[in-house]
């Protein structure tokens, strides 16, 4: 069979059996960008990322080796490794290769788990699905630091990879490890642990070189020079971050490679090396300039424009310049420029002059540049209560966070996607606590979830932590809100369609809001005729509430209004029932309990809580319309 060319698709699945392709259609619906090869047997009803193969799976795999970056074989570990070993070359080029046994219980991370990102794909499989993930790389058995992702997610680029195995094994078996950085960010080491005890960091070059470790990684922007290549050891691992901002000024019409010519001039003159340039910064009069972008889209930087008048606030440090001022209206571009987007206030190479067609000026971004956060902190709702009804959003929030904080209970709703979390669960009352905490924790660079039952903006955390943050400085983490399914609308669903019209939801707490509050929202929504929803009906130390409420109802609806009652919606011991305002009480209500109550048009069908939109007034439901449609 001829695999298609997979476009803008990253992930191919393959399945062998019955089972296997209904995990793989699962998995092709979590997972963007893949498409499911299955047998054709098995493939009832084709779909547009479903591709049937006739018999042995093993020239899909053969040619979806060389087209993908991922695949997924949903079958067992042996088979997978007779398919894939005949393909394989080498890490830097081997696809990253997942098993995952058809019942779904294991996600294996089986080829190319670091630099492929077998490990990574492994591990969002099972919290999608719920598996075991088996990672065996050292590294990530030995919490040590793993050489050839180190600052992946920064976009660090390692300068030579001929001492990745001999650096990898002194860091696995324990040996004295030393790192030297002198740029680039800090929090490259993500784990919630500390270093481990054989490695050392310091911070002079010339210590680094006195220690003489068996093995070392230096994190910097700068060419050593040659006494300092000389001193160190062979093994010795080189990280390029992308801390450096070039600020560049040009002539109209100046070809690529005049430009290239004055970079990297400047770079060698000064020890710098141009794999650690993040970026170009200009004026925006030269979003057109053809030999800029060229240069740009050779080397695949980003170039970030500045107006004439920001660039003119700037205090640069060279002598202004007459024809600049003339030409596009500001003494400086390209130290200005550089200034600006760095966020710095000085640079490392002022104005070099080349040629009298292009100006050059570096500067380099700080450790706590402000566009390099701290943290962040994800709010996320879990929805009702089943892993099934998890979001794909959440799951992946949970996934990347480094801390899960939220309620015991709601912790323990969702224990299968927390394997290898800092946990931090507390009681009822603790919130301000659980939320302080997280805001702590994302302050210190920390990537925390904290979760909330249903939605987390519907009596959840994420009011809260406004709160708590109104009069705090935002700048120094990133914060997202994740919606959740929310308790009313899991409710709802299970009660048939009791709020498909207007409706409001009213918490019975009285412990942040007075009960004469509660009792006046009671009153106007009754009386407005609205589908109440009610949250916290009752606890073991607020019972009174409840039957005051239905009382306030009871003024205004009769006896006979449906009424909804849900318990541990989609979680164990759930129970659904539908009855009225009069034998409501017949019935056990607690702080799990979610109450619908109808409004006046609200009715009972075969087991269905059924509120009217409004059709029925409008159409003839049972022929044709009553009214003419318009256009």
Same mark, same amino acid.
């Given at each position: 069979?001829?695999?298609?060319?997979?476009?803008?698709?990253?992930?191919?699945?393959?399945?062998?059996?019955?089972?296997?392709?209904?995990?793989?259609?699962?998995?092709?619906?979590?997972?963007?960008?893949?498409?499911?090869?299955?047998?054709?047997?098995?493939?009832?009803?084709?779909?547009?990322?479903?591709?049937?193969?006739?018999?042995?799976?093993?020239?899909?795999?053969?040619?979806?080796?060389?087209?993908?970056?991922?695949?997924?074989?949903?079958?067992?570990?042996?088979?997978?490794?007779?398919?894939?070993?005949?393909?394989?070359?080498?890490?830097?080029?081997?696809?990253?290769?997942?098993?995952?046994?058809?019942?779904?219980?294991?996600?294996?991370?089986?080829?190319?788990?670091?630099?492929?990102?077998?490990?990574?794909?492994?591990? !969002?499989?099972?919290?999608? @699905?719920?598996?075991?993930?088996?990672?065996?790389?050292?590294?990530?058995?030995?919490?040590?630091?793993?050489?050839?992702?180190?600052?992946?997610?920064?976009?660090?680029?390692?300068?030579?990879?001929?001492?990745?195995? /001999?650096?990898?094994?002194?860091?696995?078996?324990?040996?004295?490890?030393?790192?030297?950085?002198?740029?680039?960010?800090?929090?490259?080491?993500?784990?919630?642990?500390?270093?481990?005890?054989?490695?050392?960091?310091?911070?002079?070059?010339?210590?680094?070189?006195?220690?003489?470790?068996?093995?070392?990684?230096?994190?910097?922007?700068?060419?050593?020079?040659?006494?300092?290549?000389?001193?160190?050891?062979?093994?010795?691992?080189?990280?390029?971050?992308?801390?450096?901002?070039?600020?560049?000024?040009?002539?109209?019409?100046?070809?690529?490679?005049?430009?290239?010519?004055?970079?990297?001039?400047?770079?060698?003159?000064?020890?710098?090396?141009?794999?650690?340039?993040?970026?170009? %910064? /200009? @004026?925006?009069?030269?979003?057109?300039? /053809?030999?800029?972008?060229?240069?740009?889209?050779?080397?695949?930087?980003? @170039?970030? +424009?500045?107006?004439?008048? %920001?660039?003119?606030?700037?205090?640069?440090?060279?002598?202004?310049?007459?024809?600049?001022?003339?030409?596009?209206?500001?003494?400086?571009?390209?130290?200005?420029?550089?200034?600006?987007?760095?966020?710095?206030?000085?640079?490392?190479?002022?104005?070099?002059?080349?040629?009298?067609?292009?100006?050059?000026?570096?500067?380099?971004?700080?450790?706590?540049?402000?566009?390099?956060?701290?943290?962040?902190?994800?709010?996320?709702?879990?929805?009702?209560?089943?892993?099934?009804?998890?979001?794909?959003?959440?799951?992946?929030?949970?996934?990347?966070?480094?801390?899960?904080?939220?309620?015991?209970?709601?912790?323990?709703?969702?224990?299968?996607?927390?394997?290898?979390?800092?946990?931090?669960?507390?009681?009822?009352?603790?919130?301000?606590?659980?939320?302080?905490?997280?805001?702590?924790?994302?302050? !210190?660079?920390?990537?925390?979830?904290?979760?909330?039952?249903?939605?987390?903006?519907? +009596?959840?955390?994420?009011?809260?932590?406004?709160?708590?943050?109104?009069?705090?400085?935002?700048?120094?983490?990133?914060?997202?809100?994740?919606?959740?399914?929310?308790?009313?609308?899991?409710?709802?669903?299970?009660?048939?369609?009791?709020?498909?019209?207007?409706?409001?939801?009213?918490?019975?707490?009285?412990?942040?809001?007075?009960?004469?509050?509660?009792?006046?929202?009671?009153?106007?929504?009754?009386?407005?005729?609205?589908?109440?929803?009610?949250?916290?009906?009752?606890?073991?130390?607020?019972?009174?509430?409840? /039957?005051?409420?239905?009382?306030?109802?009871?003024?205004?609806?009769?006896?006979?209004?449906?009424?909804?009652?849900?318990?541990?919606?989609?979680?164990?011991?759930?129970?659904?029932?539908?009855?009225?305002?009069?034998?409501?009480?017949?019935?056990?209500?607690?702080?799990?309990?979610?109450?619908?109550?109808?409004?006046?048009?609200?009715?009972?069908?075969?087991?269905?809580?059924?509120?009217?939109?409004?059709?029925?007034?409008?159409?003839?439901?049972?022929?044709?319309?009553?009214?003419?449609?318009?256009?």
């Amino acid at each position: 069979m001829k695999v298609d060319s997979p476009a803008k698709k990253d992930i191919a699945i393959v399945a062998i059996t019955r089972k296997g392709a209904a995990l793989g259609r699962r998995l092709n619906l979590l997972l963007p960008h893949s498409r499911l090869y299955l047998p054709k047997k098995f493939a009832a009803k084709p779909k547009p990322d479903e591709h049937p193969f006739p018999s042995a799976a093993k020239e899909v795999v053969r040619e979806a080796f060389s087209r993908y970056r991922y695949l997924v074989l949903i079958m067992a570990v042996g088979i997978a490794v007779r398919l894939v070993a005949p393909e394989l070359s080498n890490k830097r080029k081997d696809p990253g290769v997942v098993v995952v046994d058809d019942s779904g219980s294991f996600s294996v991370s089986l080829l190319s788990g670091h630099v492929g990102g077998a490990n990574q794909l492994a591990g !969002k499989i099972a919290s999608l @699905i719920g598996a075991q993930p088996v990672i065996t790389t050292a590294s990530e058995v030995s919490q040590t630091i793993a050489v050839d992702l180190l600052g992946k997610e920064f976009g660090w680029e390692l300068n030579d990879n001929r001492s990745v195995t /001999t650096v990898s094994a002194a860091l696995v078996n324990g040996e004295p490890v030393g790192i030297y950085q002198d740029a680039g960010e800090k929090n490259w080491w993500s784990k919630t642990k500390p270093l481990p005890d054989n490695v050392r960091i310091f911070t002079t070059i010339e210590a680094f070189i006195r220690a003489n470790f068996q093995a070392g990684l230096i994190i910097t922007d700068r060419i050593l020079d040659n006494k300092h290549r000389a001193l160190l050891q062979h093994h010795t691992m080189t990280y390029r971050p992308r801390s450096l901002v070039v600020g560049i000024g040009c002539n109209r019409g100046t070809p690529c490679s005049e430009i290239k010519e004055a970079v990297i001039r400047v770079f060698s003159e000064h020890d710098l090396s141009i794999k650690s340039i993040k970026n170009l %910064a /200009t @004026i925006s009069l030269k979003r057109n300039e /053809t030999g800029l972008l060229k240069f740009a889209r050779k080397y695949s930087l980003p @170039i970030e +424009y500045f107006d004439k008048e %920001a660039l003119c606030k700037v205090n640069f440090p060279s002598s202004p310049s007459a024809a600049a001022l003339r030409n596009v209206g500001t003494p400086a571009v390209c130290e200005s420029a550089a200034l600006l987007s760095s966020g710095g206030d000085s640079l490392i190479v002022p104005k070099v002059s080349h040629k009298r067609a292009v100006t050059v000026a570096v500067a380099r971004l700080g450790f706590n540049d402000k566009r390099d956060k701290g943290g962040k902190l994800f709010l996320v709702g879990i929805g009702p209560g089943s892993l099934e009804h998890i979001t794909f959003k959440a799951k992946e929030a949970i996934d990347c966070s480094e801390v899960v904080i939220g309620y015991k209970t709601y912790i323990k709703l969702i224990e299968p996607y927390l394997r290898q979390k800092e946990v931090i669960a507390t009681g009822m009352g603790a919130e301000i606590e659980r939320v302080k905490k997280a805001i702590s924790l994302a302050r !210190k660079g920390k990537i925390v979830s904290l979760v909330s039952s249903g939605d987390t903006g519907i +009596y959840g955390m994420a009011g809260l932590v406004g709160e708590i943050l109104s009069q705090q400085p935002l700048d120094d983490f990133d914060i997202e809100v994740i919606p959740g399914i929310p308790l009313l609308a899991a409710g709802a669903a299970l009660l048939g369609a009791p709020i498909s019209g207007d409706f409001v939801t009213i918490s019975l707490s009285d412990y942040l809001v007075s009960w004469k509050e509660i009792s006046r929202r009671l009153r106007l929504a009754a009386q407005g005729n609205f589908v109440i929803v009610i949250y916290n009906p009752k606890s073991k130390s607020r019972q009174h509430q409840l /039957t005051k409420a239905r009382e306030i109802i009871l003024q205004h609806r009769p006896p006979s209004t449906p009424v909804g009652i849900v318990t541990n919606a989609y979680r164990r011991k759930q129970e659904v029932v539908i009855t009225d305002l009069e034998h409501m009480f017949d019935y056990e209500i607690g702080m799990n309990t979610t109450i619908i109550i109808g409004n006046s048009a609200t009715f009972t069908l075969a087991g269905w809580m059924v509120t009217p939109r409004g059709y029925r007034i409008k159409y003839d439901l049972a022929g044709e319309s009553t009214q003419e449609y318009r256009t």
